[in-house]
């Protein structure tokens, strides 16, 4: 444990906890961590809208089968015209955007500015992050027939999930996911300037309470 410490310490971790059959055997913090603050989970946050989008399908309300612009004809222009939900998921959409994280002023660099995770420069145009999709450009080529992992995916199935479910991100994700688990602290997601969750890495929660979740996996679904 005393060598685990200094490695956690030595990367700069927060927080770093194991559960074993169901039960918290060690936790440690450091940094920004501690057992009752919210820490933000980035990707898994995508996990996490893969784990809700499970639990609407099987209430009827997504057909996986079914094409994205069933739910929004708003992206009838875009990338995503022609793909099914399926697609989606699995990140299997013909698109053309270029996952850079070095990237300072190309398409990753807007997609940042939209989803107001980075300061928009001054005159620059922002319609937001669900503007930003509409425009997503297409690649020529088929949907579901490469794996392209592209971060915005995931924002559209935060939408879908929204207009299916018939609420925001936020209060589906406590109503099907937190609560079942017996969640013991808020969490929280990050909007865009208009109120649009950043459901491809914004959501922030406490590591117990991540842990709850991750048990439910392990039991099927079960709590």
Same mark, same amino acid.
């Given at each position: &444990?005393?060598?685990?410490?200094?490695?956690?310490?030595?990367?700069?971790?927060?927080?770093?906890?194991?559960?074993?059959?169901?039960?918290?055997?060690?936790?440690?913090? *450091?940094?920004?961590?501690a057992?009752?603050?919210?820490?933000?989970?980035?990707?898994?946050?995508?996990?996490?809208?893969?784990?809700?989008?499970?639990?609407?399908?099987?209430k009827?309300?997504?057909?996986?089968?079914q094409?994205?612009t069933?739910?929004?004809? #708003?992206?009838? =222009?875009?990338?995503? !015209?022609g793909?099914?939900?399926? =697609?989606?998921?699995?990140?299997? /959409? @013909?698109?053309?955007?270029?996952?850079?994280y070095?990237?300072?002023? +190309?398409?990753?660099m !807007?997609?940042?500015?939209?989803?107001?995770?980075?300061?928009?420069?001054? +005159?620059?145009?922002n319609g937001?992050?669900?503007?930003?999709?509409?425009?997503?450009? @297409?690649?020529?080529?088929?949907? *579901?027939?490469?794996?392209?992992?592209?971060?915005?995916?995931s924002?559209?199935?935060?939408?879908?999930?929204?207009?299916s479910?018939?609420a925001?991100?936020? #209060?589906?994700?406590? &109503?099907?996911?937190?609560?079942?688990? +017996?969640?013991h602290?808020? @969490?929280?997601?990050?909007?865009?300037t208009? *109120? !649009?969750?950043?459901v491809? +890495?914004?959501l922030?929660l406490? /590591?117990?309470?991540?842990? &709850?979740i991750?048990?439910?996996?392990?039991? @099927?679904?079960?709590?």
């Open positions: &444990r005393q060598q685990l410490s200094k490695f956690l310490s030595a990367s700069q971790s927060d927080c770093f906890a194991v559960m074993k059959d169901g039960k918290l055997v060690y936790d440690w913090f *450091g940094g920004f961590g057992p009752d603050r919210q820490h933000v989970v980035f990707s898994i946050t995508k996990s996490m809208a893969s784990l809700l989008t499970g639990v609407l399908v099987g009827g309300l997504i057909d996986p089968e094409p994205i069933d739910y929004l004809g #708003e992206l009838s =222009n875009s990338a995503y !015209a793909a099914t939900i399926r =697609n989606l998921l699995d990140m299997q /959409i @013909a698109s053309a955007f270029i996952e850079d070095l990237d300072t002023d +190309g398409i990753f !807007a997609y940042r500015r939209a989803s107001a995770w980075n300061p928009i420069e001054k +005159g620059d145009y937001g992050l669900r503007d930003f999709l509409t425009k997503m450009p @297409a690649l020529n080529v088929e949907h *579901g027939k490469y794996h392209h992992y592209c971060s915005p995916h924002d559209v199935l935060g939408w879908v999930i929204e207009r479910g018939g925001s991100f936020a #209060e589906l994700f406590s &109503r099907h996911i937190l609560v079942p688990c +017996g969640a602290h808020e @969490a929280y997601i990050t909007l865009d208009f *109120g !649009a969750p950043r491809s +890495g914004g922030c406490t /590591i117990h309470d991540l842990l &709850r991750d048990q439910m996996v392990c039991n @099927a679904g079960a709590v």
